[in-house]
């Protein structure tokens, strides 16, 4: 007998409890035996997952039976907090009675992918902090609707430098997010410049020509520089001056200060963020 606004006094007697409980219990056999999806509530952190509450019922989903991964568990315990309150939907992966016990099974659970805007500020939870940066998961910013929006803030992506030092794992923060790096992962934080170096932005310009200064510093050495302000190396390598690398050294050291050379951009050193460049000069005649 469910509870209905006909039958309500009957389950005002506390001697009745047992008799919804049933009812409730029963409902989730039967959701079990077809295996129905039905929605579920966090509602707190334990050791290896979650208390949650599904179907009228408490029951327990593990980390491992989640509806996205991360590379250890104490990304979940730093993110856990932040997941009380939100909803997921998944299958009842166990059930058992005397006592009741429910275990849920959400891995199957399909996100779909937010349409992130490129610098534009998120809401996010600190899930590592490794001497790099931190690792943040943005899928706070969106209530989990999305699942799991793992990104980095690496610390050279941080105007100010000590947020790194004041951060905490499971704080929540806001930074921005400046598009993906080459292995589809979100590069965030607020120093938009160095993000460039981060997201392909400044990918777009390997194999073009570009206008690179020169400038000789105090120590009579040779610097260069691509755009008027992006530091770059010209590596004198038998790869790109195949049989006249000793024109093209000759060619480095006539250089004066001020100077305006064309040069093709080979790649970029993302570490240093700056270019690695080849000379575009023609091999002497034999």
């Not at 016990?101 to 939870?125: C, H, M, T």
């Not at 170096?197 to 105090?218: A, F, H, P, R």
Request: hydrophobic residues 35%.
């Amino acid at each position: 007998m469910g509870k209905t606004t006909e039958n309500i006094e009957y389950y005002l007697d506390p001697e009745n409890d047992k008799d919804y409980l049933q009812d409730l219990l029963l409902n989730i056999k039967e959701v079990y035996a077809n295996q129905e999806s039905l929605t579920f509530q966090i509602v707190e952190p334990k050791e290896t997952g979650f208390t949650a509450k599904i179907g009228g019922l408490f029951a327990f989903i593990s980390f491992n039976h989640f509806g996205w991964s991360y590379p250890t568990m104490e990304y979940w315990k730093n993110v856990s907090n932040s997941l009380v309150g939100s909803y997921f939907t998944g299958k009842i992966h166990n059930v058992k009675e005397n006592p009741i016990s429910i275990q849920i099974d959400a891995k199957e659970q399909i996100f779909d992918k937010p349409n992130l805007e490129k610098y534009s500020e998120y809401r996010g939870v600190i899930v590592e902090k490794p001497k790099y940066g931190i690792f943040v998961d943005l899928g706070l910013h969106f209530n989990w609707k999305f699942g799991s929006l793992l990104g980095l803030v690496h610390k050279s992506t941080l105007i100010n430098q000590t947020d790194y030092e004041n951060w905490n794992v499971g704080e929540q923060i806001t930074t921005l997010f400046q598009g993906f790096n080459e292995n589809e992962q979100l590069v965030l934080g607020d120093n938009r410049e160095r993000g460039k170096w981060l997201n392909g932005e400044m990918d777009k310009l390997i194999n073009t020509i570009q206008k690179v200064s020169v400038v000789i510093n105090e120590n009579g050495k040779s610097e260069f520089y691509v755009l008027g302000e992006h530091k770059a190396t010209i590596p004198i390598k038998k790869e790109f001056y195949p049989n006249f690398r000793t024109t093209a050294k000759k060619y480095i050291y006539g250089l004066k200060n001020g100077e305006i050379i064309d040069c093709e951009i080979i790649k970029i050193n993302k570490r240093k963020d700056g270019f690695v460049l080849k000379l575009l000069i023609e091999k002497p005649a034999d």
